[in-house]
């Protein structure tokens, strides 16, 4: 069974920096497109980053020019470095992916459990 695994959540003062990644916990063959989502308490999920196997890249606009999403392909991790951040940012991180599991396989949806980021004032 793939799971998404994110790392490199925390806790970082206003203005900081964090990098987030993530990975899957079994090998497997590519990811397609993905992306990062947060929620923050009392919030729907919202899309942060995107990212599509050609290395196409989608931000929300409250994000732009402060995050940036890019890829390893070679080990398939993706990962989504966060500048200037501010305490609106905190949030329940999540990766989301289209997995090819093997070389004839089909691409599947997966979520990770979620990375929390708080950023204090």
């Known amino acids: 069974q793939v799971q998404l695994v994110e790392s490199g959540g925390g806790l970082v003062q206003a203005g900081g920096s964090l990098s987030l990644s993530c990975g899957a916990s079994v090998r497997i063959e590519s990811i397609r497109t993905a992306g990062w989502y947060r929620q923050a308490i009392g919030k729907p999920r919202e899309l942060v980053a995107q990212i599509t196997s050609g290395g196409r890249t989608n931000y929300a606009d409250d994000v732009k020019g402060r995050f940036t999403i890019y890829r390893d392909r070679a080990n398939n991790r993706v990962y989504l470095q966060m500048n200037s951040l501010k305490p609106e940012d905190t949030a329940v991180y999540h990766c989301?992916?289209?997995?090819?599991?093997?070389?004839?396989?089909?691409?599947?949806?997966?979520w990770g459990q979620g990375t929390q980021v708080t950023v204090s004032s």
């Open positions: 989301n992916a289209d997995v090819i599991r093997s070389a004839m396989g089909i691409p599947i949806n997966y």
